[in-house]
């Protein structure tokens, strides 16, 4: 029997919410603060990078664990839109400069430990001048050692977002754009589901929520050619590198405690773009399209959770940095708890369920 579900919030995790379980038959309708367009939302901003080894030094091994099984299942869940999405998968390189060669040692000893606790992901591999050359030629004689890490990818998140709202549409979603809702204005029936999935919207249904501020640039750079992300380590902020189409590059660093959602201050901004410009000279005739930022919705722990407020109330929130990364995780997770009222994968993963 199909049971009726309304979703609060369409960003990411409602939109990909919305589409599965219109898959399976059931009735979806869907409330947003904003448009189809997704300009308020955090992953909106996002480089929607799909790293989970890269990630292992500055987040938990579930949340790890969580970034392997999605990037099993992102080219399934890509494969049911009608509207085709970049998606690559040919692994995460890292960089640093020679004054950054300790910090680099530590970087790769988080790797190699997170290698030994989850033996299943693919080995770093250590790469001199001439390995680097012959993956990524336009780094030629720049860097004298990397890191390669195998298998990690990215997708488009604004060609992604996009056709998640296609998909809803097609798939008879009831879609009420422009229409803010908290769970206290909704009353689905005792035999319905509703699903919070508003972010850092959901402040004061779970106040333990916080926003940490994230900028971005978005820049045009056709002299720069890199095949996949690429990564700097640096003694203070690790930036990253992700290549799009069309000479799109996005490029982030910033991680700040803080709410303001003001534009990019001048300093982090020359400091990005100027560390970009390190990696690679070409970046700087690069135009810049965009200077992005955005909240991310963070829990205390900096880990994602499923919470059951009720009877057929879910909250999920509190994906971080990492919402690209482990979405599809998490989605597969709720489902499970919708059918099943426990999640083994949740288990598995180690994500919590708080009850």
């Not at 690559?88 to 290698?115: C, I, K, P, S, Y």
């Not at 979603?173 to 206290?184: F, G, I």
């Not at 689905?188 to 994230?214: K, M, T």
């Not at 997770?333 to 919708?338: D, K, N, P, T």
Request: glycine residues 8%; charged residues 15%.
């Amino acid at each position: 029997m199909t049971t009726p579900a309304t979703i609060l919030g369409a960003g990411l995790m409602g939109r990909l919410l919305a589409c599965a379980l219109a898959q399976r038959g059931h009735p979806v309708e869907v409330y947003d603060a904003g448009g189809p367009e997704a300009h308020h939302a955090a992953a909106h901003v996002a480089a929607a990078m799909l790293a989970p080894l890269a990630e292992s030094a500055v987040t938990e091994l579930n949340v790890v664990r969580m970034g392997q099984h999605a990037l099993t299942r992102w080219p399934q869940l890509l494969a049911t839109l009608e509207k085709p999405v970049f998606f690559q998968q040919q692994g995460t390189l890292v960089l640093w400069h020679r004054q950054d060669a300790a910090e680099a040692e530590r970087f790769a000893a988080q790797l190699a430990r997170t290698n030994t606790a989850l033996p299943s992901l693919p080995q770093v591999q250590r790469m001199d001048g001439h390995a680097l050359t012959a993956l990524e030629p336009a780094l030629a004689h720049r860097f004298a050692q990397g890191l390669y890490l195998p298998d990690e990818g990215q997708l488009d998140n604004r060609e992604l977002l996009a056709a998640l709202a296609h998909q809803m549409q097609r798939l008879g979603v009831t879609l009420n754009w422009h229409t803010p809702r908290s769970p206290d204005d909704i009353d689905p029936g005792p035999h319905a589901w509703l699903f919070d999935c508003r972010g850092l919207g959901a402040q004061p249904q779970w106040n333990a929520l916080r926003g940490v501020r994230g900028e971005v640039a978005r820049v045009l750079a056709p002299g720069v050619s890199l095949s996949r992300p690429t990564r700097l380590v640096h003694p203070r902020y690790p930036l990253y590198i992700a290549p799009k189409q069309n000479g799109l590059f996005v490029i982030g660093a910033t991680e700040i405690e803080s709410d303001d959602l003001s534009p990019a201050s001048v300093r982090s901004t020359l400091e990005l773009l100027s560390a970009a410009y390190t990696v690679h000279p070409g970046f700087g005739e690069a135009r810049i399209v965009e200077l992005g930022v955005q909240l991310r919705p963070t829990l205390p722990d900096n880990l994602p959770a499923l919470r059951l407020t009720a009877p057929r109330r879910m909250s999920i929130n509190g994906l971080y940095r990492h919402g690209f990364m482990i979405a599809p995780a998490v989605l597969d997770a709720a489902i499970e708890l919708m059918e099943q009222d426990h999640s083994p994968l949740a288990d598995t993963l180690g994500l919590a369920v708080i009850r």
